[in-house]
């Protein structure tokens, strides 16, 4: 399923966020959002997902107007991954994941939803939380609820998957993990994958394209090889670095060498 951005405009009361944005990611792409905080790239993922509605452009998938869209039609589309998962007493691994059932069931078919189904189980096979199917939500790790909120978005059974910082609050080796899984996930089920990630060698490393937001349009667009410069550095995160290829992915690192004073660079918080 491909997602068309035409000419996108966003503000949060006087403040404008994002201006005039065009873009295009075909079905099947791992597409990096990033920049720095309050450029935009969470907003962005929330109008692509229908969760806030432009103040002027539109969003295609697949060529049809979001906003024609019902909510439960968008999430027959479209699975996302939100940066945290709200407390939820009492309830299971299983009983959460069961809920991403509710797009394709509707209400009736969940009112008579058995405890465990085939699509349910699956899920949390392929998030690797099988084992944790018991478990109540708040008696996990931070990497476990990440797998889990995977397992989620799996159980939705759609063809997009939005991720807003899915490694967020994670230490560098659940970091890797959920980027790891996310990446298996996308090729086992065919998925388009569109991340909000902050970390600009980990979006180098798991994304074949990185799209670079700053001043509220897209600085940069392409392969990480060609996005990923020294220029990029001082332009859109305002520090002073060098680029060298990883020896063992061969993908760009990033080493930062100092910070800029940059009046240009965004100050607001608004991701």
Known sequence: MSIEVRDLTFSYGRRDVLSGVDLTIGSGEFVAFVGVNGCGKSTLLKLMAGLLSPDAGTVLLDGT???????RA??????VLHQSLPPV??????QLVLQGRYPSRGP???????????RTEEALELAGVA???DRLLDTLSGGERQRTRLALAV???????LLDEPTAHLDVRHQLEVLTLVRELRAAK????VAVLHQLDHAARFAERIVALRDGGVHADGPPARVVTPDLLAQVFAVAGRVVPDEVHGTPRCLIDH???SPTVAEHHFT
């Open 65 to 71: 107007p979001l906003a024609s869209l019902s909510r």
């Open 155 to 161: 159980a939705q059974e759609t063809d997009v998957l």
């Open 190 to 193: 065919g998925l388009t994958v």
């Open 259 to 261: 910070p800029l004073r």
């Open 108 to 118: 009736l078919g969940m009112l008579w939803a058995p405890d465990r189904d085939q």
């Open 131 to 133: 084992h944790l199917a």
């Open 89 to 94: 007493p009492g309830l299971t691994v299983r």
């Open 74 to 79: 968008v999430a027959r589309r479209m699975a």
